[in-house]
């Protein structure tokens, strides 16, 4: 199988997100999306409801984009977010029993989740206004809609994520968050909400959170926790009194993989649960008074289980795949009853399917087959085999190689791909890391996974910090010469990608060392310095071991930054970025292009307007495939040959 090939396979898989089990718990509610649309055609996602009994059909046919089905906690109501009616910004919209749609209330901003209230009278919505922008998770990308900005303005105008109550009789728009907080997640209880905010309304300011009891008739704002790391997950229970949530170090928004705490509202008493045990769980809900479901990573799979509120971990189970709609959270769907669990399940050789099993029964019972075609139809599916080595200081590590099928006796060309965040890891998956286009054009694919990265505990999790292109950088290379002794890679045939944090790795690789033979950073990052001031998170405080107005942690962005380390460059480098991008600026691909050219080294650079963090048009998509297949091989095949 070649490239085009496998590319017009990849590009047959649906996407699912947003599941959650409807009221009556016999079915259950997903967003469903392709792959990836074409140019100029926007994202066609659908609400679409799986039966129990195992039927399927889709509930809306937008135009654009519909998603995030909560089902009314009476009746047949759905509701759901769409931008049906103005591209780009997301409205509230009920479906009722009938499959009639209309818009309800009147929201300034777009809306990022949907909560009904109790009585099924009302909805909570979280919207974000014009001019914030996504993180990296979802594109990093300014939220604007209407005409076309001119000019761009950027200031610290109160411009919020907001919270809002709509009534389902009439749709009366009223907010009630807090007038000068922005809010990144919340939980209802019986007075308001329980929320986590920050006065810094960029993403910066996520970074710095804290967790405070909104009274909803006041608007008022009461400081629960504060907390030196990142928050999310909060589930509170059903009188409102206490809250489940996770906190850890997390490298981006959506990523957090951390301890499970419980804080009584009343007292301020906090408890610490089984962190000894699971560190790195990603998903909270209540299952009763004194227990809590929950889900998370481990190793290169996924634990999900059930714990009291002494610690004592009821049942677990572990499971050599993704529990989630992404490798960010893993996640769980509880039936109403709490006999049955959900989930979206991805496994190698096998994309993702929304699964069901009794709660704490073994196997899993597949009710949909959105992917079916290509899990049975992939042509030449590679060998995915997982590996483990030592890394600096004899550190266990895991990851996985990719063998395309009919390759021959070795060692081979191979591209070791870098995953991001750094607070990610490669699991078991469908694609662990984007290695299926390369291993069809014939290359064994590396992706390693090394420390700071989640599933072995917020111990390795937090091991990078302060040590960025560190350690972690001779982990990898230790996985590399792994790869060597097993007579899967030519030494002398190495390439090296990644994306994000992973581009930054791979163009430390660039300044640092001859070891490749050709380099493609995406998205990356050349200067520590000037990314932190240019780009929107915070990021860079925590990765170079605190605050950059400090002079040991501002010595070590400096230190390890790529573009200060070039001195005698020979890799050639192809830099893919997108041009709004709000991560990784475009500005840090420019920079290390013109580095790499004034020290005479063969570079090229390649952006994508209207993309972000994430390369989202199917053309840009195959376009930059294309692109990095022809870099390596002409650099680690027509080279070597000649």
Same mark, same amino acid.
């Given at each position: 199988?070649?490239?085009?090939?496998?590319?017009?396979?990849?590009?047959?898989?649906?996407?699912?997100?947003?599941?959650?089990?409807?009221?009556?718990?016999?079915?259950?509610?997903?967003? %469903?999306?392709?792959?990836?649309?074409?140019?100029?055609?926007?994202?066609?996602?659908?609400?679409?409801?799986?039966?129990?009994?195992?039927?399927?059909?889709?509930?809306?046919?937008?135009?654009?984009?519909?998603?995030?089905?909560?089902?009314?906690?009476?009746?047949?109501?759905?509701? $759901?977010?769409?931008?049906?009616?103005?591209?780009?910004?997301?409205?509230?919209?009920?479906?009722?029993?009938?499959?009639?749609?209309?818009?309800?209330?009147?929201?300034?901003?777009?809306?990022?989740?949907?909560?009904?209230?109790?009585?099924?009278?009302?909805?909570?919505?979280?919207?974000?206004?014009?001019?914030?922008?996504?993180?990296?998770?979802?594109?990093?990308?300014?939220?604007?809609?209407?005409?076309?900005?001119?000019?761009?303005?950027?200031?610290?105008?109160?411009?919020?994520?907001?919270?809002?109550?709509?009534?389902?009789?009439?749709?009366?728009?009223?907010?009630?968050?807090?007038?000068?907080?922005?809010?990144?997640?919340?939980?209802?209880?019986?007075?308001?909400? %329980?929320?986590?905010?920050?006065?810094?309304?960029?993403?910066?300011?996520?970074?710095?959170?804290?967790?405070?009891?909104?009274?909803?008739?006041?608007?008022?704002?009461?400081?629960?926790?504060?907390?030196?790391?990142?928050?999310?997950?909060?589930?509170?229970?059903?009188?409102?009194?206490?809250?489940?949530?996770?906190?850890?170090?997390?490298?981006?928004?959506?990523?957090?993989?951390?301890? #499970?705490?419980?804080?009584?509202?009343?007292?301020?008493?906090?408890?610490?649960?089984?962190?000894?045990?699971?560190?790195?769980?990603?998903?909270?809900?209540?299952?009763?008074?004194?227990?809590?479901?929950?889900?998370?990573?481990?190793?290169?799979?996924?634990?999900?289980?059930?714990?009291?509120?002494?610690?004592?971990?009821?049942?677990?189970?572990?499971?050599?795949?993704?529990?989630?709609?992404?490798?960010?959270?893993?996640?769980?769907?509880?039936?109403?009853?709490?006999?049955? %669990?959900?989930?979206?399940?991805?496994?190698?050789?096998?994309?993702? !399917?929304?699964?069901?099993?009794?709660?704490?029964?073994?196997?899993?019972?597949?009710?949909?087959?959105?992917?079916?075609?290509?899990?049975?139809?992939?042509?030449?599916?590679?060998?995915?085999?997982?590996?483990?080595?030592?890394?600096?200081?004899?550190?266990?590590?895991?990851?996985?190689?990719?063998?395309?099928?009919?390759?021959?006796?070795?060692?081979?060309? #191979?591209?070791?791909?870098?995953?991001?965040?750094?607070?990610?890891?490669?699991?078991?998956?469908?694609?662990?890391?984007?290695?299926?286009?390369?291993?069809?054009?014939?290359?064994?694919?590396?992706?390693?996974?090394?420390?700071?990265?989640?599933?072995?505990?917020?111990?390795?999790?937090? #091991?990078?910090?302060?040590?960025?292109?560190?350690?972690?950088?001779?982990?990898?290379?230790?996985?590399?010469?792994?790869?060597?002794?097993?007579?899967?890679?030519?030494?002398?045939?190495?390439?090296?990608?990644?994306?994000?944090?992973?581009?930054?790795?791979?163009?430390?690789?660039?300044?640092?060392?001859?070891?490749?033979?050709?380099?493609?950073?995406?998205?990356?990052?050349?200067?520590?310095?000037?990314?932190?001031?240019?780009?929107?998170?915070?990021?860079? !405080?925590?990765?170079?071991?605190?605050?950059?107005?400090?002079?040991?942690?501002?010595?070590?962005?400096?230190?390890?930054?790529?573009?200060?380390?070039?001195?005698?460059?020979?890799?050639?480098?192809?830099?893919?970025?997108?041009?709004?991008?709000?991560?990784?600026?475009?500005?840090?691909?420019? !920079? $290390?292009?013109?580095?790499?050219? !004034?020290?005479?080294?063969?570079?090229?650079?390649?952006?994508?307007?209207?993309?972000?963090?994430?390369?989202?048009?199917?053309?840009?998509?195959?376009?930059?495939?294309?692109?990095?297949?022809?870099?390596?091989?002409?650099?680690?095949?027509?080279?070597?040959?000649?």
């Amino acid at each position: 199988m070649d490239l085009p090939e496998a590319v017009r396979w990849l590009d047959r898989l649906r996407t699912i997100t947003d599941l959650s089990f409807d009221t009556g718990g016999d079915a259950l509610l997903a967003t %469903v999306s392709p792959a990836s649309p074409p140019k100029g055609v926007p994202l066609a996602s659908r609400i679409w409801r799986f039966g129990l009994d195992g039927t399927a059909s889709a509930l809306t046919d937008g135009p654009n984009s519909d998603a995030l089905p909560k089902a009314s906690p009476h009746g047949h109501d759905i509701a $759901f977010a769409s931008d049906r009616i103005t591209l780009g910004k997301r409205d509230l919209f009920l479906l009722d029993g009938e499959g009639g749609v209309r818009k309800l209330g009147d929201l300034p901003g777009s809306v990022e989740d949907i909560q009904w209230t109790p009585d099924g009278q009302g909805l909570v919505v979280l919207s974000a206004d014009r001019g914030l922008n996504g993180g990296a998770t979802t594109g990093a990308t300014r939220l604007w809609w209407g005409k076309d900005e001119d000019p761009e303005v950027t200031s610290p105008r109160p411009a919020l994520r907001r919270l809002f109550h709509v009534t389902l009789d009439g749709g009366r728009t009223t907010e009630v968050g807090p007038p000068d907080l922005t809010v990144w997640e919340f939980a209802l209880t019986p007075e308001g909400a %329980v929320a986590v905010v920050s006065r810094d309304a960029s993403e910066r300011g996520w970074y710095h959170p804290e967790l405070v009891r909104i009274d909803f008739s006041t608007r008022v704002a009461q400081v629960a926790h504060r907390t030196a790391w990142q928050l999310q997950g909060l589930s509170a229970d059903t009188m409102g009194r206490r809250v489940a949530f996770l906190e850890g170090w997390s490298s981006d928004r959506g990523l957090v993989a951390g301890e #499970m705490r419980v804080l009584d509202l009343d007292t301020g008493a906090l408890s610490v649960l089984a962190a000894d045990r699971q560190s790195n769980v990603t998903a909270l809900q209540w299952r009763d008074d004194d227990s809590l479901w929950f889900t998370g990573w481990r190793n290169l799979g996924t634990v999900h289980g059930v714990v009291r509120l002494t610690g004592e971990i009821v049942w677990q189970r572990e499971d050599d795949a993704i529990l989630g709609e992404n490798p960010y959270v893993a996640r769980i769907a509880v039936s109403p009853d709490g006999q049955a %669990v959900a989930a979206i399940r991805e496994a190698i050789g096998e994309p993702q !399917e929304v699964v069901l099993r009794g709660a704490q029964e073994q196997g899993w019972h597949r009710l949909s087959d959105l992917n079916g075609e290509v899990a049975r139809g992939y042509p030449d599916y590679p060998e995915i085999r997982k590996i483990g080595w030592n890394g600096r200081d004899g550190l266990p590590l895991e990851g996985f190689v990719y063998i395309p099928r009919r390759l021959g006796s070795g060692p081979h060309p #191979m591209v070791v791909n870098i995953h991001g965040g750094p607070c990610m890891s490669t699991k078991h998956a469908f694609d662990p890391y984007n290695g299926l286009a390369l291993a069809a054009a014939g290359y064994v694919v590396f992706v390693p996974n090394y420390r700071g990265n989640v599933g072995w505990g917020q111990a390795i999790t937090r #091991m990078n910090l302060g040590d960025p292109a560190g350690a972690e950088f001779d982990d990898i290379l230790a996985g590399v010469e792994r790869c060597v002794a097993l007579g899967l890679a030519d030494p002398d045939r190495l390439g090296i990608t990644g994306h994000s944090y992973g581009g930054y790795l791979s163009a430390w690789a660039v300044a640092a060392t001859d070891r490749f033979k050709a380099a493609v950073p995406v998205s990356s990052i050349c200067d520590q310095l000037s990314s932190h001031y240019s780009c929107e998170h915070d990021f860079h !405080e925590f990765i170079n071991g605190g605050s950059l107005r400090l002079e040991a942690h501002r010595r070590i962005a400096v230190e390890r930054s790529p573009l200060n380390r070039l001195e005698s460059p020979t890799t050639p480098t192809l830099l893919i970025q997108g041009r709004e991008d709000r991560c990784t600026p475009v500005g840090q691909a420019q !920079e $290390f292009y013109a580095a790499l050219r !004034e020290c005479g080294v063969e570079a090229e650079l390649v952006v994508y307007p209207r993309e972000g963090h994430f390369l989202s048009e199917t053309e840009h998509r195959h376009d930059a495939l294309s692109r990095q297949v022809e870099w390596f091989d002409r650099h680690l095949r027509q080279t070597a040959r000649a």
